[in-house]
């Protein structure tokens, strides 16, 4: 259902990133929803220009550059991120999941599901950050998530358009999706 990358790129490619011409270049290689890649990167490129700029990843949205909003979690070795302040130097050797890397042969991921389920968006930019931080939320906390744990834990992410309501309910409804045992109502 998603490319993962240009339609050239090829498992183990090789991505090149836009660079300052007087700046240092590192190379790094990171695995990005399963597949490897290399690219040589300026050792100051973040890991959400990396994802969109140069693995036309775009589903990893930018929307304040300060990690206040989370529109750019990620998943780095199973933890939620916000790639907006993460160096992608720092992920050598990792592996990141985005958005586009939680469906599977076309299937969308529990939460994905929840989200379209409940209407949990709106204008949708927001909404990629808002899935990845609740599937990092239900891997660390579980499947029993009350309203109140669910509106802590999003606290780092802001969605202008909703009053969070329908975020709730979707992940809620994702974690007992996620692990097949239904939320007690409240």
């Known amino acids: 259902m998603f490319s993962i990358f240009k339609k050239s790129a090829a498992p183990d490619a090789k991505a090149s990133a836009p660079q300052d011409p007087g700046a240092p ?32 990843l775009t589903g990893t949205h930018v929307g304040c550059d300060t990690s206040q909003c989370g529109a750019c979690v990620v998943h780095l070795d199973g933890r939620a991120v916000k790639s907006c302040t993460t160096l ?3 992920c050598d050797g990792g592996s990141v999941t985005t958005i586009e890397g939680l469906s599977q042969d076309g299937t969308l991921h529990p939460m994905q599901e929840a989200f379209r389920n409940n209407h949990g968006l709106q204008c949708g930019f927001c909404t990629p950050g808002m899935i990845m931080s609740a599937v990092d939320i239900v891997n660390r906390k579980g499947n029993t998530l009350d309203e109140a744990t669910v509106r802590a834990e999003l606290e780092g992410n802001i969605c202008r358009c909703t009053g969070y309501h329908n975020i709730v309910a979707a992940v809620r409804e994702g974690a007992a ?10």
């Open 88 to 90: 992608t130097l720092a």
């Open 177 to 186: 999706n996620m692990t097949g045992v239904k939320q007690a109502a409240e």
């Open 25 to 56: 270049i590192t190379t790094v290689t990171v695995t990005v929803n399963g597949r490897t890649v290399t690219a040589e990167v300026d050792p100051r490129m973040l890991l959400s220009q990396f994802l969109r700029d140069s693995l036309q």
